[in-house]
């Protein structure tokens, strides 16, 4: 930013003053021209020789112990969620399959969990499907079990007559009736218990899921709370001194360690900046979507307190100082999001990083979306691994098969671990081209970027009229700057020194 273009000082016989002028310097900005205004930084650290910094640091040493038991419970809960959800899928599966017909996982399920019951380590319980056919007494029973629809799958055409009345060749053989009468019966009397488990079997285990729910519903609601709980701690390890124990030891052999006098010092930053756009040469005020530069004031403080007489290690009693230092800018779009939209978006953010990364939480990014693209795909990882691989071979004009290292990578993205751009990096560029077709996404596509041109090109460029949309002629940006400063001056310098009650020249 370079020197400053104005410094204000304030000093005072107590805090009150240079504290208030500090705070009020970023006011009018937002107040009176409207300018977005972030606070993007404020740091105390208090010198160590004075009982507030003993007091701060109790405090950060009692919330350290307290992040750390409450680390604890948020683990266990975590772990009792996982399970839960683990049951609640596989209870969920098996709903689905009785409300869709599909048989044969709930024939599975009767067959191990109700009809081999019973038989201990002995395996399967004697007169059980498994039992007589692992004895070889009906080694089809399990297959034929399975195969059947209804007791009808039995009956011959005859016995069907005999049953539901009508002439036999009203009816065709069930495709077991050619089966032993003695088999018959065993399966008779099986698919008869299976019919009546399954209606308790269904209603059961939809009210075991229910349960399960309003369970896991409980969890996430105590996990939840005890993160909120967990807050006000974070926040004050993260605050108090702002520093790590390694800097605190530096400190204690600093100059101040030998000063009689405690000291306390603050560090607070703005940045006030309006956005603008190019149109007909000039900058015009604009939407924030549509800015193709910002105009910034951008302002630093720095707040001292000094401890001196009757109390030496009290510095709020004591002397105080403020001093504020402003520097007017006008930057285009790129540099502004690049470089102070990335530190305002940091520190507007970064209370809830530290919790995320205290509580084990991340945001997953692209992994997300990634996701949710191969699942409407329906495609599992492996087939979404072959899938590429048939791609890629079309490609090449070979036969490729992706390493399986392939899905490990995507899991990785889908965990947040990495950006999908990493299999451009990792295995090329059709790779990443099969990906985005089989997904429907860009990944790893850029915008084509205009490609630097000489001093003399650009003249020429200029001379002919083809400038962009970013470009000011040197004089215009002095002439900005130069409104900057004179606004800065006539509009807010005054007012802000009168408003405070100080003496000025007007």
């Not at 209870?91 to 399920?109: A, F, H, N």
């Not at 709980?229 to 101040?256: C, G, S, W």
Request: charged share 35%; with cysteine.
């Amino acid at each position: 930013m370079g020197d400053p273009h104005k410094t204000l000082q304030i000093s005072a016989d107590s805090q009150g003053m240079p504290s208030t002028f500090i705070m009020a310097a970023a006011d009018k900005f937002d107040d009176d021209w409207d300018w977005n205004v972030p606070k993007t930084e404020e740091r105390v650290f208090v010198t160590p020789q004075s009982h507030l910094h003993d007091e701060f640091m109790q405090r950060r040493q009692q919330a350290e112990q307290r992040v750390k038991q409450a680390m604890q419970g948020i683990e266990q809960l975590r772990k009792s969620k996982h399970l839960l959800q683990h049951d609640i899928r596989k209870l969920r599966g098996k709903v689905e399959d009785l409300r869709s017909g599909e048989e044969t996982t709930i024939k599975g399920d009767f067959i191990e969990l109700v009809d081999s019951a019973g038989g201990g380590q002995q395996g399967s319980a004697p007169g059980s499907l498994d039992f007589l056919r692992n004895n070889n007494i009906y080694p089809s029973i399990v297959a034929d079990f399975q195969e059947m629809d209804s007791l009808n799958d039995l009956l011959s055409a005859e016995k069907k007559a005999e049953k539901h009345g009508g002439d036999p060749s009203e009816y065709q053989d069930g495709p077991l009736s050619n089966l032993p009468e003695n088999e018959k019966a065993v399966l008779k009397k099986k698919y008869s218990m299976y019919e009546k488990w399954k209606d308790l079997y269904g209603s059961e285990i939809e009210r075991k899921m229910d349960d399960l729910k309003k369970e896991l519903r409980r969890v996430e609601t105590g996990l939840e709370e005890q993160k909120k709980q967990t807050a006000p701690y974070v926040r004050d390890m993260v605050m108090i001194n702002q520093k790590t124990n390694e800097e605190l030891a530096e400190d204690m052999d600093r100059y101040f360690q030998f000063q009689g006098d405690s000291t306390t010092f603050k560090n607070i930053e703005f940045i006030p900046h309006k956005p603008f756009k190019k149109k007909h040469g000039e900058l015009v005020e604009c939407e924030e979507e549509e800015a193709t530069h910002y105009k910034i004031l951008y302002i630093h403080a720095v707040h001292v307190n000094m401890a001196v007489g009757e109390n030496p290690q009290s510095p709020a009693e004591g002397p105080t100082a403020g001093q504020v230092f402003y520097f007017p800018a006008l930057v285009d779009k790129f540099t502004f999001e690049n470089i102070f939209e990335e530190k305002i978006e940091r520190q507007k953010n970064r209370f809830e990083n530290l919790m995320e990364n205290y509580t084990g939480n991340f945001k997953t990014g692209k992994g997300d979306e990634f996701q949710k693209k191969r699942e409407q795909q329906e495609l599992s990882i492996r087939k979404f691994r072959e899938k590429v691989g048939k791609k890629v071979s079309e490609k090449r004009g070979e036969e490729i098969e992706p390493p399986l290292q392939f899905s490990s990578s995507i899991r990785r993205i889908e965990d947040g671990f990495d950006h999908p751009n990493k299999i451009q990096n990792e295995y090329g560029e059709d790779y990443m081209e099969a990906v985005n077709e089989i997904l429907d996404t860009s990944y790893g596509k850029e915008k084509d970027k205009e490609e630097g041109i000489s001093g003399f090109q650009e003249k020429v460029k200029l001379f002919t009229g083809q400038e962009d949309q970013y470009y000011l002629p040197d004089d215009y940006q002095n002439k900005i700057i130069e409104d900057l400063a004179y606004r800065f001056k006539f509009n807010y310098y005054f007012d802000l020194k009168i408003s405070m009650g100080l003496y000025t020249m007007k």
